[in-house]
């Protein structure tokens, strides 16, 4: 059975950090695109960014670049993000999500929120 | 970027009558090379992630019913539930993968009458 599981979110400042962690089990983790979706409070879907099965190709929504980093460590079969320079409208449920294509499995999310 | 916009943003449908939910992309998303269409539904109930039901905007994924059916290609997209059940009320996204940043349709939330 394909499992996703989120953790790392939390309370943060505005302009500090978090490292988001996605486990994923039941299936072969290296050979699949992974990425990150957010859903803030009352709003819709928004794709934050995803990375290629071997890690080689990272691509980001413009409003993150240059904060949020994706990475992988296929030996531990997980995925992260990197959030640094947190901003308000960063707080959102954010979800792993698995496909190279669509996204055919989904965690069950972990919040984050920016408040001071 | 590629702009996803749905209509309508809400709908009520009586309980076996047919839901339909539009999708414009404001570029094409065939893949001319391949000839696949990179266009997906979701399916999202509160407290729940995201659940795909479509993608390559006709193919039903594993274990969806048959009353979800998908149409559409270039820049038009149409969602159908054929007969609405009670545990069909959700908001639907459409997405498009072509190219990133990957982006959504604003989504239709969908009631029963």
């Known amino acids: 059975e394909v499992q996703l599981v989120e953790s790392g979110g939390g309370l943060v400042q505005p302009g500090g950090s978090l490292r988001l962690s996605c486990a994923a089990s039941g299936f072969t983790f290296s050979s699949y695109w992974m990425s990150w979706v957010r859903q803030a409070p009352g709003k819709g879907l928004e794709w934050v960014a995803n990375?290629?099965?071997?890690?080689?190709?990272?691509y980001y929504v413009d409003s993150v670049k240059g904060r949020f980093t994706i990475s992988r460590d296929n030996a531990k079969n997980s995925l992260y993000l990197q959030m640094n320079t947190l901003r308000a409208e960063d707080t959102a449920l954010y979800y792993c999500?698995?496909?190279?294509?669509?996204?055919?499995?989904w965690g069950q999310g972990t919040l984050v929120t920016v408040s001071s | 970027d590629i702009v996803m916009t749905q209509s309508p943003d809400s709908l009520a449908v009586s309980l076996g009558e047919r839901a339909t939910i539009n999708c414009k992309s404001s570029?094409?998303?065939?893949?001319?090379?391949?000839?696949?269409?990179?266009l997906a539904w979701y399916q999202h109930k509160p407290g729940q992630p995201p659940k795909l039901l479509i993608y390559?905007?006709?193919t039903r994924h594993s274990g969806v019913p048959d009353r979800f059916s998908g149409i559409g290609s270039g820049t038009d997209f149409t969602l159908t539930i054929s007969s609405l059940q009670a545990e069909d009320v959700a908001v639907y996204y459409c997405?498009?993968?072509?190219?990133?940043?990957?982006?959504f349709g604003q989504g239709t939330k969908v009631e029963i009458k």
């Open positions: 999500a698995r496909g190279t294509a669509a996204s055919d499995y």
């Open positions: 570029q094409s998303v065939l893949y001319s090379s391949n000839n696949k269409t990179y």
């Open positions: 997405q498009q993968y072509y190219n990133t940043p990957w982006t």
């Open positions: 990375i290629k099965y071997d890690g080689s190709a990272k």
């Open positions: 390559w905007a006709s």
